[in-house]
């Protein structure tokens, strides 16, 4: 079996899109005949079809395919195939060459199955002798929402199309199920995080957390999302830390990291005006290599989105040994288990309340750091990985 995995639309692995395709390729078992046997066995009701099914060896086969400017980052230092197309790099072509020339390009690559990534960007209408897998890791109504209609219809004829959809949480799965989606085709399966960079640093004692270009004085607060919407609820989150501030007296500082996006003029201003701006941080884009240092140094990850499909971002701060604060909408309790202290986004008293006990009581910070690292360690890429051939080979048969 040959597994083309489509990379378009995926931000040339400079957001959670392309993180996707950056940890399934380097989290594909080395032994990809045994994998196979594993899958074959899985739904056998018998000893003798369990018997059998163990003489069932297939041969799998992973290659990506994409523009030749992200030939080599996906690829993490596997030996993976890449194929790359001739074209220009804008989103306008990238839709039209995936209506228009993708069977034939996976006919001639002889692709038994397809995995889309970014299915809410790039997806064909039909599924031409191969298998197609897609990826869901957002809220997709949210996502096209500024689609035209006509681009929504499209999108949606397309996942009704498709043979398999992996929804990265109930929440996710839920929302592709009122979009008129079958249930049936729809699979849960968490993405996993990056346990060999989000883990646990005992000996974090410096006053200065020193990530080039940044400094950044300790204690603080952080928060790691883009500026892309009123759904991410920085805003709020300002005027919690404010009242925080005006409550206690306390030093900390609220360090707001993420790329600018629609929304970016709006909290930038919000912050400037407020009167605690000198302990407001925009940084901007962070790399996500970074981000493990940054979590180990905070008092806390904070983290109101409410419209959130998946939420690695708080299990990261979880295994990274801190405590985090958290919207209780979308997929964060579902993700965050019971170890968060959970806020309603809206409410800002409650928001600052919550700033401040885990500040001021030390043994239930220390329970819920505790709980949070056993938490977070359940939830691994390779699991994910493994988990999702599986479907994949089963569903080939």
Not at 123 to 148: C, M, Q, R, Y
Request: aromatic share 10%; hydrophobic share 40%; glycine share 6%.
């Amino acid at each position: 079996m040959k597994i083309g995995i489509d990379t378009f639309g995926c931000d040339h692995g400079k957001s959670g899109l392309g993180s996707y395709i950056l940890y399934l390729t380097s989290n594909l078992p080395s032994d990809l005949v045994q994998l196979n046997k594993e899958a074959t066995t899985i739904n056998a009701d018998t000893e003798q079809d369990k018997e059998s099914s163990k003489d069932k060896k297939l041969k799998l086969e992973v290659e990506l395919f994409g523009i030749e400017e992200d030939r080599y980052v996906y690829t993490s230092g596997k030996a993976i195939n890449y194929i790359s197309t001739p074209m220009i790099a804008n989103l306008k072509a990238e839709r039209l060459w995936h209506k228009t020339k993708i069977h034939k390009f996976i006919k001639k690559n002889n692709y038994d199955v397809v995995i889309y990534p970014a299915p809410g960007r790039v997806l064909p209408s039909k599924f031409k002798n191969h298998l197609g897998v897609a990826i869901v890791n957002s809220i997709l109504s949210s996502d096209i929402e500024n689609e035209t209609k006509l681009y929504q219809k499209k999108l949606l004829k397309s996942l009704k199309n498709i043979q398999i959809i992996v929804a990265s949480s109930s929440y996710v799965r839920d929302d592709l199920i009122k979009l008129g989606i079958e249930e049936k085709k729809i699979k849960v399966i968490h993405s996993g995080i990056d346990h060999k960079l989000f883990y646990q640093r005992l000996d974090i004692d410096e006053e200065i957390i020193d990530i080039k270009p940044f400094a950044i004085k300790r204690p603080y607060f952080v928060y790691g999302s883009s500026l892309s919407s009123p759904e991410k609820k920085h805003i709020e989150l300002i005027h919690a830390f404010e009242r925080f501030k005006k409550n206690t007296g306390l030093p900390h500082r609220l360090v707001l990291a993420g790329n600018d996006g629609a929304y970016a003029e709006e909290i930038h201003k919000a912050a400037f005006n407020s009167e605690f701006a000198s302990d407001i941080f925009l940084i901007g884009f962070f790399p996500h290599e970074s981000f493990a240092q940054l979590y180990s140094g905070a008092e806390a990850c904070l983290f109101p989105s409410v419209n959130e499909g998946v939420g690695l971002p708080i299990l990261e701060a979880m295994a990274c040994g801190i405590p985090v604060l958290c919207s209780d909408k979308g997929a964060l309790k579902e993700i965050g288990g019971n170890s968060p202290l959970y806020f309603n986004s809206d409410n800002i008293d409650e928001i600052a309340s919550c700033m401040q006990r885990i500040v001021e009581d030390k043994e239930l910070k220390d329970n819920i750091v505790t709980d949070s690292v056993i938490w977070a360690n359940e939830f691994n890429w390779e699991k994910t990985v493994r988990q999702t051939l599986n479907l994949i080979i089963n569903a080939h048969k």
